[in-house]
């Protein structure tokens, strides 16, 4: 099989904010591999991460940069620094297959603090090792470094990694590609290659950019940083000033076909992805398998990960692979200039060169067969509907640029408000005050969600730290219903930690508790993360909560995620010991520091010190 090596050359890098060391990799305890990823820059510095998606009977350890130093990047002919693991924008690619376990040891070299989440693993039993800041733990401060355990053992495709305090994961992000057991395979042909299109976005404001995400929302939330392009492999591409020379190309060679895995990465946009006159074949989302649907384009959440596969059937030549921004919200948030990425896919050899969103949800299956089956719930103990709402709350004092309110998002009218102490941290040692575990299973009112002209009286939100308790191996239903509040409404991608969930229904308009439910898809329903509740509609998700912790649920649109709209379940521990959350491991970051942000706060005095 080819090694196709997804990135392009002369990616210019930044500070170095950490790096991964010391992992290893094994399908079991008694066939542990490792690796010591801890070297001296090299080349791989030049040529950003390396993917090593080539069927190969080990996985193949990435070369790792250790060492601390800020450079500038350039995109779009303007200069900046960035934080970034291991020197290179994505970070590296994590191979495994499945039913390894990965631990990814993280050496905090920069200024600030930082945590990372694997985005759609799921962490049985161990919400130690997930990583939402004040969620489940508290930043990883500079110059220590923490060891997460990410384990692998019933996903199969491709999720992600990214920081997940503030917007620092508009940086550090990467792809974990997860192949079949040894001794088993795709559900589908073997591709003949594959290559990684990690979608990324792109701010000016840099190592400021946490630092301007507080102000503005101190000030209102009305005027949060928006990103300047959108990049493929954190790249531009052909159509932006001074990127064509780092466009990314993807080889192909005519007659054979290519497993291309896509992640949204960009921190706050929906994605429209299509390649020219070539069709995709959706095989996988989220670290699942798909029944195949045959589409021309493709519309991916913030958080989403999909597997398609790519016929190379058309004349040899070059075809662009471009992603265009989807945006359902108020012009007054989204109507901004951006840049928009595109790649190039290149036949190989001699050649003389030569071109709706519900529709396509709704279209998505699980595989549903016998190696890959689905497991829905049919009988539900907890039912929810959870409204999620743009809203308002009053300000504080008269700090703020518009007026006498700031910018709120909810879930169920409930704005959440980061503890100071993580909450896996307070329940697992029994401390009063930090979270109450009143989060409700019905909005406080209930009015024409998605009607014109609402009353504002009813976007005022509350303010809380409010959780939803289950008991263990609860079969849980969830409605998301998205509403009209203050004429703000807006497609939201909801993701949900420590579980996979299988989505029943989607629609547009209010929910139907009597009529939709028949419709429900309850027997190949797709089994994801992350589900986008459509602009003026609902999404109905079910799942058995038998993964005992602390997991965060929230909208991973960041700008809404800063402005509220987030919540937490507390799984409670099962009878047994193996249905119980494990112990905490012996060291977890301080609290101390992180809410307080003092990092940047002392950069000069830090500095000095690496
Ligand atoms: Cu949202």
């Not at 690796?35 to 080990?58: E, I, M, R």
């Not at 923490?146 to 620092?168: C, K, P, Q, R, S």
């Not at 995400?213 to 990103?227: I, N, S």
């Not at 409700?440 to 939803?468: H, I, R, W």
């Amino acid at each position: 099989m080819a090694k196709s090596s997804s990135y392009s050359s002369n990616i210019f890098l930044a500070a170095v904010l950490l790096f991964f060391g010391n992992v290893f990799l094994g399908a079991q305890a008694s066939n542990v591999l490792y690796y010591d990823f801890v070297g001296p820059a090299n080349d791989s510095a030049k040529h950003g991460p390396q993917s090593f998606c080539t069927y190969l009977d080990k996985p193949v350890p990435y070369d790792v940069i250790s060492s601390y130093k800020e450079i500038n990047v350039t995109r779009n002919c303007t200069t900046n620094t960035i934080l970034v693991v291991n020197d290179s924008l994505p970070g590296p690619t994590i191979q495994a297959r499945k039913g390894d376990l990965v631990y990814v040891k993280v050496h905090n070299q920069g200024l600030y603090g930082v945590t990372l989440h694997w985005h759609g693993v799921k962490q049985p039993r161990n919400p130690w090792s997930d990583g939402p800041e004040y969620i489940t733990q508290c930043a990883i401060p500079p110059r220590t470094n923490f060891t997460y355990e990410v384990n692998l053992i019933d996903l199969e495709g491709t999720v992600w990694w990214h920081a997940h305090n503030e917007w620092t994961r508009s940086t550090v992000y990467g792809a974990i590609v997860i192949l079949p057991r040894e001794g088993s395979s795709f559900p589908f042909a073997t591709p003949d290659g594959e290559h990684l299109a990690v979608l990324g976005s792109w701010y000016d404001e840099g190592t400021s950019l946490n630092k301007a995400l507080e102000m503005d929302l101190a000030a209102g939330g009305y005027t949060l940083p928006r990103a300047t392009g959108y990049m493929i492999n954190g790249q531009y591409g052909d159509f932006v000033p001074c990127s064509n020379e780092t466009t990314p190309h993807f080889s192909i060679d005519y007659g054979k076909t290519y497993l291309f895995r896509i992640v949204n990465a960009v921190v706050g946009s929906e994605m429209f992805i299509s390649i020219a006159d070539h069709n995709m074949t959706l095989v996988g989302m989220d670290g699942a398998y798909t029944k195949p649907i045959v589409v021309s384009y493709l519309m991916i959440e913030p958080g989403q990960t999909m597997d398609v596969l790519v016929m190379a059937n058309q004349s040899p030549g070059r075809y662009y692979l471009a992603a265009l921004r989807f945006s359902t919200e108020d012009i007054d948030f989204t109507n901004f200039v951006h840049e928009v990425p595109t790649a190039i896919i290149q036949y190989k050899g001699n050649f003389s060169l030569t071109s709706p969103p519900t529709s396509f949800r709704q279209q998505l299956r699980s595989l549903a067969s016998e190696e890959h089956p689905v497991d829905v719930p049919c009988n539900v103990t907890t039912r929810m509907f959870i409204t999620v709402s743009l809203n308002h709350v009053a300000c504080p004092d008269d700090s703020c640029y518009y007026g006498d309110y700031k910018i709120a998002s909810t879930l169920n009218n409930i704005s959440w408000e980061d503890p100071s102490v993580d909450v896996l941290q307070a329940y697992y040692r029994n401390i009063s005050g930090v979270y109450t575990t009143d989060f409700p299973d019905l909005p406080p009112v209930m009015y024409n969600f998605t009607g014109d002209d609402l009353s504002t009286s009813l976007a005022e939100a509350a303010q809380g730290t409010s959780l939803k308790v289950l008991n263990y191996n609860e079969t849980v239903e969830i409605v998301f219903q998205g509403t009209n509040l203050l004429d703000e409404s807006g497609n939201h991608p909801m993701h949900i930690h420590g579980y996979s969930f299988y989505v029943i229904g989607v629609g547009l308009g209010n929910f139907d508790n009597e009529t939709d439910p028949q419709m429900y898809n309850l027997v190949d329903p797709p089994e994801v993360n992350t589900v986008g509740v459509p602009k003026k509609g609902w999404a109905a998700i079910r799942f058995r909560a038998n993964n005992p912790g602390v997991w965060y649920w929230h909208c991973h649109i960041d700008r809404h995620m800063s402005w509220g709209m987030n919540a937490a379940f507390i799984v409670k521990n099962g009878d047994t010991e193996e249905t119980s959350m494990r112990p905490s491991p012996s060291y977890m970051p301080p609290c101390i520091a992180s809410k307080d942000k003092p990092y940047g706060e002392t950069d000069q005095t830090l500095k000095s010190d690496i």
